[in-house]
């Protein structure tokens, strides 16, 4: 069982940055693949950016590929987004996910992963 939290949501103008953490419980986070997804009011939750396990392959969605990154630090079990150059479309709730997956890529199917977070707001104003 592994429990996540997000953090570093917030109010931020077009244009600017953030950085989320997902803080994830338990001794075994370097087996995981893990992911961030989001979900904008009326809208069906998408993939935005996963990374493997060891942190060595990474993938973005299209929308967010040059301005967002995914890293993890598996010492300290966490996974982050920086999130640059945003705009108001980014404007969601995140979410990081874990997989229980034993598989050494990286996982852009939602419906891959089996562990989620509570979600963590950013609102991006023009």
């Known amino acids: 069982q592994v429990q996540l939290v997000e953090s570093g949501g917030g109010l931020v103008q077009a244009g600017g940055s953030l950085r989320l953490s997902c803080a994830a419980s338990?001794?075994?986070?370097?087996?995981?693949?893990m992911g961030w997804f989001r979900q904008a009011p009326g809208k069906e939750r998408e993939f935005v950016a996963a990374?493997?396990?060891?942190?060595?392959?990474?993938y973005s969605a299209d929308s967010v590929k040059g301005r967002f990154t995914i890293s993890r630090d598996n010492a300290k079990n966490t996974v982050y987004l920086q999130m640059n150059s945003l705009k108001p479309e980014d404007t969601a709730v995140y979410y990081c996910?874990?997989?229980?997956?034993?598989?050494?890529?990286?996982?852009?199917?939602?419906?891959?992963?089996?562990?989620w977070g509570q979600g963590t707001q950013v609102t991006v104003s023009s």
């Open positions: 996910a874990a997989a229980a997956a034993q598989f050494m890529g990286v996982i852009s199917r939602g419906s891959v992963y089996d562990y």
């Open positions: 990374i493997s396990r060891n942190g060595g392959s990474t």
């Open positions: 338990g001794r075994t986070f370097s087996s995981y693949p």
